[in-house]
């Protein structure tokens, strides 16, 4: 059921119940339909902002993840690159000893020489 302004605004005919009597809105149905139109008459233009601010924040979100996708990638590889150098001059090196046990009684030896003198 639609106000009677909708069906002339169509150029419809106005429904007609079995006593011949229009079947257009009436009463607190039509009440509250006007009120609805004023109230989004209002509001309408604060809705259609909020609306845009959302998608904009979607867009924002989306092309904040692609940089940090980027940023990501670009460390990753350079991160891969450095551990790379790290890990082969470690096996490379025929003179360096990586025995902490030996080292750390060679620092215990050095600092028992300090304190005595």
């Known amino acids: 059921m639609k106000p009677r302004y909708r069906y002339i605004a169509l150029n419809q005919p106005i ?7 229009e079947k257009v809105m009436k009463g607190v149905s039509l009440f509250r339909a006007l009120v609805w139109h004023v109230m989004f008459f209002f509001s309408g233009p604060k ?3 909020l609306k845009k601010k959302l ?3 979607k867009q924002d979100k989306h092309d904040f993840e692609g940089v940090l996708d980027l940023f990501f990638e670009s460390t990753k590889s350079w991160l891969v690159a450095e551990t790379k150098k790290v ?12 025995d902490v046990k030996e080292q750390v009684s060679v620092a215990t030896h050095i600092d028992s020489l300090h304190v005595n003198h």
């Not at 890990?87 to 990586?98: M, P, R």
């Open 15 to 21: 429904p007609l119940d079995e006593n011949g009597n």
């Open 47 to 49: 809705l259609s902002l």
């Open 55 to 57: 998608e904009s924040k």
């Open 87 to 98: 890990i082969v001059s470690v096996l490379t090196d025929k003179e360096l000893d990586l």
